[in-house]
């Protein structure tokens, strides 16, 4: 995993609302402060299943994660979700979307399988 803090901080506490681990990653801006898995840009995570759960906290900041596919033309599509998006940008090989989230924690949950799709139209 690629941690990268240029200013800012990533660690592990205990969460008083869930009495329970989190990473908490915090930074002045969503660029600068960020963790990539795999550590290479050509690897991949291998994942077969069609959905990832995230478990976030709204600290009501700026935040924001992007999702690289692979699809079977071994096409590279990229899916950006923030929640400082006004509006959903779509492009071939790209997508831009908003993100509301609720008070305290949100399960975000990504139909991977979907996201291709999304993008072509």
Same mark, same amino acid.
């Given at each position: 995993?690629?941690?990268?803090?240029?200013?800012? $901080?990533?660690?592990? =506490?205990?969460?008083?609302? /869930?009495?329970?681990?989190? =990473?908490?990653?915090?930074?002045?801006?969503?660029?600068?402060?960020?963790?990539?898995?795999?550590?290479?840009?050509?690897?991949? #995570?291998?994942?077969? #299943?069609?959905?990832?759960?995230?478990? /976030?906290?709204?600290?009501?900041? $700026?935040?924001?994660?992007?999702?690289?596919?692979?699809?079977?033309?071994?096409?590279?599509?990229?899916? #950006?979700?923030?929640?400082? #998006?006004?509006?959903?940008?779509?492009?071939?090989?790209?997508?831009?979307?908003?993100?509301?989230?609720?008070?305290?924690?949100?399960?975000?949950?990504?139909?991977?399988?979907?996201?291709?799709?999304?993008?072509?139209?």
């Amino acid at each position: 995993m690629l941690l990268e803090v240029r200013t800012g $901080y990533v660690k592990r =506490i205990t969460d008083p609302d /869930i009495r329970s681990l989190a =990473i908490e990653v915090m930074g002045p801006n969503v660029a600068t402060t960020f963790l990539s898995t795999p550590l290479s840009p050509v690897q991949t #995570l291998g994942i077969r #299943l069609p959905i990832v759960v995230f478990v /976030i906290k709204n600290l009501k900041k $700026y935040f924001s994660y992007e999702i690289l596919i692979v699809d079977d033309t071994k096409t590279r599509r990229r899916f #950006l979700v923030s929640n400082f #998006l006004p509006s959903t940008k779509v492009r071939p090989f790209a997508a831009n979307i908003p993100l509301k989230m609720d008070e305290g924690w949100n399960q975000l949950v990504v139909f991977c399988f979907r996201f291709p799709f999304i993008s072509l139209t």
